[in-house]
C-alpha cells in the first residue's frame, strides 16, 4: 500500500510543507511499463497515489507505456521508446513543463528535488540568477540534458535540479533524470562508471559534450552548454 512508503511524521512533514508552498495545480504524468519493469512501475504509482492524497493540488496521471494510442504520444514526446534497452517506464513527466523528465524513480537522494520541482512549478518560481539566465537566453536550439544519476549519490541532485531549472525557464531544453540502475542499457551506451554523468544531446540525437562530476554553479553549467553548441556550429 502507498502508505507504507513514508512515515506518519514524514507524511505529515510533507501535508504541511504543501499546504504551505502550492498555489497552483501541478500535473504529472507517469508512464508505467508493468510489462519489462513492473516492480518499480508499480512503485511509481504508489508515489503519485501517496502524493495526491497528501495535497489535491497534485494531481498524476498514469498510463500504461504499451498502449499503442500512449505509445504514439511518447513516441511524439520524443521519449525515447525502445532505444536504449526495452524498459518504457517508469517516466515522470511535468504537464505544463514537459521538459522536467524523470526515467525511474525520484527515489533516495533524488526524492527532495522531485519534491522542489512539484513547489517550484506550482508557484511558477524559477531558481536561476539573471547571469544563468542571460547566457540560457541564447540557447536557441533544442537539446537534451542528460544527468544519469543513482539513488545514494549525494551530488547527483545538484544536476537534477539544475538542468529542472533550465527546462522551466527555456522550452527548448529538456532535464532528463536517468537512474542508471533501473535503466542500465541506457547508462552502458553512455559508458556511464560514475555519477552524476552529464550528457549534452543536440535536436539530431548527437552528443555534443559529456563529463563526469557535478557543477555547483549555475552560470558554469549554462556556459559549458553554451559552449559545446559554439563549438558544434564551427
Not at 519489462?36 to 503519485?48: C, L, M, Q, R, Y
Not at 544536476?159 to 531544453?173: D, E, G, P
Request: one cysteine or more.
Amino acid at each position: 500500500m502507498a502508505e507504507e512508503i513514508l512515515s506518519e511524521d514524514d507524511k505529515k512533514a510533507l501535508k504541511e510543507m504543501f499546504d504551505k508552498n502550492l498555489k497552483n495545480p501541478v500535473e504529472i504524468t507517469v508512464y508505467l511499463d508493468e510489462k519489462n519493469n513492473k516492480e518499480t512501475s508499480d512503485f511509481a504509482k504508489k508515489i503519485g497515489e501517496l502524493l495526491m492524497q497528501i495535497n489535491d493540488k497534485i494531481k498524476f496521471e498514469f498510463l500504461d507505456a504499451y498502449d499503442p494510442k500512449v505509445e504514439e504520444e511518447m513516441k511524439s514526446k520524443n521519449l525515447l521508446i525502445d532505444k536504449y534497452g526495452n524498459r518504457r517506464g517508469p517516466i515522470f513527466v511535468f504537464k505544463k513543463y514537459p521538459g522536467i523528465i524523470y526515467y525511474g524513480l525520484p527515489s533516495g537522494e533524488e526524492f527532495p528535488i522531485f519534491l522542489e520541482d512539484i513547489i517550484h512549478v506550482s508557484n511558477e518560481h524559477f531558481d536561476i540568477d539573471g547571469a544563468t539566465a542571460k547566457k540560457l537566453a541564447s540557447i536557441n536550439e533544442p537539446i537534451d540534458i542528460y544527468v544519469f544519476v543513482t539513488p545514494t549519490c549525494p551530488y547527483c541532485p545538484y544536476m537534477t535540479h539544475h538542468s529542472h531549472q533550465f527546462a522551466m525557464v527555456k522550452s527548448n531544453i529538456r532535464g532528463i533524470m536517468i537512474e542508471s540502475y533501473e535503466f542500465p542499457e541506457f547508462a552502458e551506451k553512455f559508458k556511464v562508471y560514475g555519477v552524476p554523468h552529464i550528457a549534452i544531446i543536440n535536436k539530431d540525437g548527437n552528443v555534443l559534450t559529456e563529463w563526469e562530476g557535478a557543477i555547483g554553479e549555475m552560470e558554469i553549467f549554462a556556459n559549458k552548454i553554451k559552449e559545446s553548441l559554439e563549438k558544434a556550429s564551427k
